[in-house]
């Protein structure tokens, strides 16, 4: 699983479900909506890159690595969100917006938007 983007979502999203709840194979696909294989296919290329694990009873766990960019995603998310919202941007719009942008950003630049989005000031 080498794409940037499917990596971070599926970390993203099991980050954000493991906050209400244990995380089986059948949430993440509900939440993506995707099929049980897709997840499947999915955690087990997440498995072998050393981002998540499962246990006995089949829960998805994230390794350190896993949750550093799960966490790391999720802030960004948010802070687009706030940043678009904060700009008049419907909240359906700036979610679907952030997802995007979340991945495309460099480090640089999302800097600068976190410092406008946290201050007001560039």
Known sequence: MKQKK????YLKTIYML???KAVHG?????ELGVSRPTVSVALKALAKEGYVFMDDTHKV??????QRI???????????????TGLGVDEK??????CE???AVS??????????????KI
């Open 6 to 9: 499917s990596v971070e979502d």
């Open 93 to 98: 719009t700036a979610a679907a917006d952030a």
């Open 26 to 30: 059948s949430d993440i696909a509900e």
């Open 18 to 20: 493991s906050q209400r």
């Open 61 to 66: 766990h994230m390794t350190e690595k896993g």
């Open 107 to 120: 480090p640089k630049s999302y800097e600068a938007l976190k410092r406008l989005a946290d201050t007001g």
């Open 101 to 103: 942008m979340e991945h």
């Open 70 to 84: 799960a966490r790391d995603t999720y802030e960004r998310h948010n802070t687009f969100c706030r940043l678009l």
